[in-house]
């Protein structure tokens, strides 16, 4: 093995990557080169005589993965490699076995709003109204069942109640339209993947020959369809690395299940566990806050983050009177910090849900300071952009009704709804395609001449753009963009056209962009990117401006100043979580993952009183404060207008002084109490707050649990 490929690699690092035959567990905390593993790893295999095209590295997301093909790359062990997501895997297995699966290789790839238009289609198809049964629900309920491999035909049968039964033949009706659409959800992708690995064996074998060693990365995000789908294709050679953190499991809501990276010993026995325990990002405060925040969580594997850097940093809570105030804080401090010269692209403020970014644009717009909201994909949700990649969807799947609706009419060009009822009548007693009965108008019953006339130069201008969907894609959006008479009609709309036309402009401009980097670039490539482009995704570090997001989208970056404001119970951890451990922990996990983003300063704050629905209303601060170790977080007192700080430097400081009170705290560490969800439990700890006091119990069951005195209702045993 080269060692000069070996010689920034820790003890740890090295034995992962020298790994060669077997599977192989790396348990990787935050900051402690995981990326680099993966991407060395790579370079070693190829460098002892793997073959480039039998390795497959999977990620979640198309940023993640761009990274680590740019940095395979700079290793010299990109070229001819897989590297990509596992929605993008699924895409190019479903192309390349279509037959098998039943569907068409140019298949559209259904965005969330895309299969809700399929979904009312199918309520409506079904007779059901859509207040007794939100479409919302029955579209979270069906991705579900798909996330576990349940197919609608399999659901029938385990249907046994009136909704279940319902769910089943609206579940039946949806995928019915998907496939006559030649369409396929996100879900699908995974589903239809995975069941076709595991159930035809040419295809696994096929599959197993090509990709002979298979790396992927963040496992504990993998739901169940993701896991069956890996364990399949690596069964035969057993050459599987996962390489994840249980502690950074943050996506039950979406499916993803901390059991498969808990339980990965189980599946492989003889597989070889590694432990990255050593951290390059962050400083030791940070760290040491972290790693106790954390081990409160029982569903883990054991390990400690050990600070690599020895410069000093800052860690700090907050408290603020309500949410205005908060915000300004933030906004006071992230001015400070350009003020010394610090980029924006260095600075971030997380909060738990997206609806906390209003008080924070407030306070930056008041102060003038520069910054993005990270929620890229609104961008695609913007009409003109839908419009335009509703054209190039009909051009790359002509039987994507869907799409076609969309744009038939947009600009208006005389085809309306009444005309468009007639077309999908005949579609369907003729059972053809939407777009096969445009191409046949002249036999569809009840249309006048000038429309059968409109209807022929549409399909003729359509047709006309057809010979380009293979090659670049930038030059065919452009044309599209211009002869459908999208861009006049958006420049003859005043200030608000000519914002739709540069947005437009700016989606050409990734076309552009995807036309360099592919080797063959093609129109159903660049829409599956698209289509699967996530929040993620849509971080712009070369803005240099200052970026407000979620701590769901936070996950995969770093910065150097790092905010997480709402402190709060019923924010952080999320009312979800109330009575439910599970649920806890993972709010636990989310926090922990916002904490370990910061590199050098970290600022947690918390406010006294937040707007909700309309009213302000009195907060609790979260119990996550007392976890970290913040013992000193008290009230903000009613008439202090300056925050109230409890500091967690690196740097040695003088401490405040403790608040001296006569009252007799009402427990003990030591005294066996019980709670009537909990059972009997041992005081460990009691934190007198006043009326915001919390008691640190260690139950019978095994659970330690933080709780707040006046909801607890504890009796001494």
Avoid at 124 to 150: Q, W
Avoid at 377 to 392: C, H, S, W
Wanted: hydrophobic share 40%; glycine share 6%.
């Amino acid at each position: 093995m080269d060692e000069a490929l070996l010689e920034r690699l820790t003890p740890s690092q090295r034995r992962a990557v020298c790994h060669r035959k077997g599977p192989l567990l790396v348990l990787a905390g935050p900051g402690s080169g995981k990326t680099r593993v993966i991407t060395h790893r790579i370079a070693a295999l190829i460098e002892s005589g793997v073959r480039p095209g039998n390795i497959c590295a999977i990620t979640f997301t198309n940023k993640a993965a761009e990274e680590m093909r740019q940095r395979a790359a700079a290793l010299g062990a990109s070229g001819g490699a897989h590297i990509s997501t596992f929605h993008s895997l699924c895409v190019r297995i479903l192309r390349r076995y279509a037959v098998a699966v039943g569907i068409g290789p140019n298949f559209s790839v259904y965005d969330e709003s895309d299969q809700m238009r399929c979904l009312k289609e199918a309520l409506h198809d079904c007779d059901i109204d859509t207040t007794s049964l939100p479409p919302g629900r029955v579209l979270e309920a069906i991705s579900t069942l798909k996330s576990k491999l349940i197919d609608a035909e399999a659901f029938k049968l385990q249907a046994e109640d009136f909704f279940t039964r319902t769910l089943a033949k609206v579940y039946a009706r949806y995928q019915k339209i998907l496939t006559e659409h030649n369409g396929l959800d996100f879900d699908d992708l995974l589903m239809k993947a995975a069941l076709l690995v595991e159930n035809d064996t040419t295809v696994r074998q096929e599959l197993s020959d090509r990709f002979q060693y298979l790396l992927i990365d963040e496992y504990q995000d993998t739901n169940h369809a993701q896991y069956r789908l890996a364990k399949a294709m690596a069964s035969s050679h057993r050459n599987i690395c996962a390489t994840g953190d249980p502690d950074q499991s943050i996506y039950r809501w979406r499916g993803a299940d901390i059991r498969n990276i808990l339980a990965f010993e189980k599946d492989w026995p003889d597989a070889v566990i590694i432990k990255l325990e050593e951290n390059f990002r962050s400083t030791a405060a940070i760290l040491e806050a972290a790693d106790k925040l954390i081990a409160c969580n029982r569903h883990r594997k054991q390990k400690n983050l050990v600070p690599v850097r020895t410069q000093e940093g800052r860690f700090s809570v907050d408290g603020y009177e309500d949410e205005a105030r908060e915000a300004d804080a933030v906004a006071q401090r992230v001015q400070e910090l350009l003020a010394q010269g610090v980029s924006g692209r260095d600075i971030a403020v997380f909060y738990r849900i997206n609806a906390m970014s209003r008080a924070l644009e407030e306070a930056f717009i008041r102060r003038r300071v520069a910054y993005q909201v990270v929620r890229g994909v609104e961008f695609y949700n913007r009409k003109e952009i839908r419009d335009l990649l509703a054209y190039l969807k009909v051009l790359a799947n002509p039987a994507d009704d869907v799409a076609l609706q969309r744009i038939i009419n947009a600009p208006a060009r005389g085809i309306g709804k009444v005309t468009l009822d007639k077309i999908a009548d005949h579609a369907s007693r003729s059972g053809l395609t939407l777009f096969a009965a445009v191409r046949s108008a002249n036999e569809v019953p009840g249309l006048t001449g000038g429309v059968k006339e409109k209807l022929a130069e549409f399909v003729k201008m359509m047709t006309s753009f057809a010979g380009q969907i293979e090659g670049n894609v930038a030059p065919l959006a452009e044309r599209v963009f211009r002869e459908t008479g999208l861009e006049s009609s958006l420049r003859g709309s005043g200030p608000e056209g000519q914002t739709a036309v540069e947005n437009v402009e700016e989606l050409i401009s990734t076309a552009a962009a995807y036309d360099k980097q592919a080797d063959n670039p093609a129109l159903v490539d660049y829409l599956q990117q698209i289509a699967l482009f996530s929040d993620a995704d849509a971080y712009d570090a070369v803005s240099g401006q200052v970026a407000l997001m979620t701590l769901h989208a936070a996950k995969g970056l770093e910065f150097e100043h790092a905010f997480i404001i709402g402190l709060e119970t019923g924010l952080l951890p999320h009312e979800r979580a109330n009575n439910n451990q599970e649920e806890l922990e993972e709010e636990r996990r989310l926090f922990f993952v916002g904490v370990t983003r910061a590199k050098t300063n970290l600022y947690v704050s918390y406010a006294r009183y937040r707007a909700f629905r309309g009213q302000l209303l009195r907060t609790i601060p979260s119990q996550f404060l007392y976890e970290l170790g913040s013992q000193f977080v008290r009230e903000v007192p009613e008439s202090d207008e300056v925050p109230l700080q409890c500091r967690l430097d690196a740097a040695p400081r003088p401490q405040p002084a403790p608040v001296v009170t006569t009252r007799p705290a009402p427990f003990h560490p030591g005294e066996l109490v019980r709670h009537k969800t909990f059972g009997v439990g041992r005081v460990k700890k009691f934190v007198d707050m006043g009326g915001n006091s919390v008691i640190v119990i260690s139950f019978n069951n095994g659970q330690t649990k933080s709780l707040l005195l006046q909801y607890a209702e504890l009796t001494k045993v």
